[in-house]
């Protein structure tokens, strides 16, 4: 499902009901261009093999160790579990948003862009809920999701992280600097526990002024 107009607005920037007209046409334009998006898949595993190092900050997933860093580390401290997770939107938006940018229509590009960032949110949004709901028939419960690349996490993990899904469902390739393709992709973790708690992004904590998740709010 494609995220609404005013969605994609606030995703731009704008308060709602304050883009300019050509850009409110070209949003909806470009959604009715995508309404067909396939591709769009998110997968998760758990893991009960786990160790919490409250001396370096990190989480050691049946002998792989992910340093998390301090602001990550401190949202999953009571975790019993650990769910690594990937979702992708796919490649045609990413494609279409290089070609328009190449042709020289750079607005078009860019709200190409803002759709395929906010369609593998979305995704990660419904896996998360499947995995709240799958925990919650086991008495648990799940944190935030955490990706590497934010609040200190090296995005070169994302190679240790991908070690875990050999031949992955969603198509996702890892170039050598731990870039994923296709672009519009993301993943991380996701801690469960009985007495783990769901909390918002701690952006007063963070320094990182360009992270997507900056004060978003997402679903508990």
């Given amino acids: 499902m494609l995220p609404g107009v005013e969605a994609l607005e606030r995703a731009m920037g704008y308060l709602p009901g304050t883009a300019p007209e050509p850009v409110t046409e070209l949003i909806q334009e470009v959604s009715e261009e995508l309404v067909i998006l396939d591709g769009v898949k998110a997968e998760y595993r758990i893991f009960s093999n786990i160790r919490l190092w409250p001396e370096d900050k990190t989480v050691e997933i049946e002998g792989v160790i992910f340093h998390v860093k301090p602001i990550i580390y401190s949202q999953i401290t009571d975790t019993e579990e650990v769910a690594l997770f990937i979702c992708t939107a796919g490649p045609l938006v990413g ?15 860019y709200v190409y862009d803002v759709i395929g960032s906010e369609v593998v949110e979305c995704a990660a949004d419904n896996m998360q809920d499947e995995l709240k709901r799958a925990a919650g028939t086991r008495g648990m419960h799940i944190t935030n999701r955490f990706s590497p690349g934010y609040c200190g996490w090296d995005v070169a993990e994302q190679h240790k992280l991908f070690s875990f899904f050999k031949d992955n ?24 526990g009985r007495n783990v ?12 002024n360009n992270c997507i998740y900056r004060n978003r709010k997402t679903k508990a």
Avoid: W
């Avoid at 494609?95 to 590009?109: A, H, I, N, Q, T």
């Avoid at 050598?176 to 992709?185: D, E, F, H, I």
């Avoid at 909390?199 to 963070?206: D, L």
């Fill in 197 to 208: 708690r769901y909390t918002s992004y701690q952006c007063h904590k963070c320094d990182d």
């Fill in 169 to 192: 469902f969603c198509d996702i390739t890892l170039t050598p600097s731990a870039l994923m393709n296709p672009v519009k992709s993301v993943s991380g973790l996701t801690g469960i």
């Fill in 95 to 109: 494609e279409m948003s290089r070609r328009s940018m190449k042709e020289g229509d750079l607005l078009r590009g």
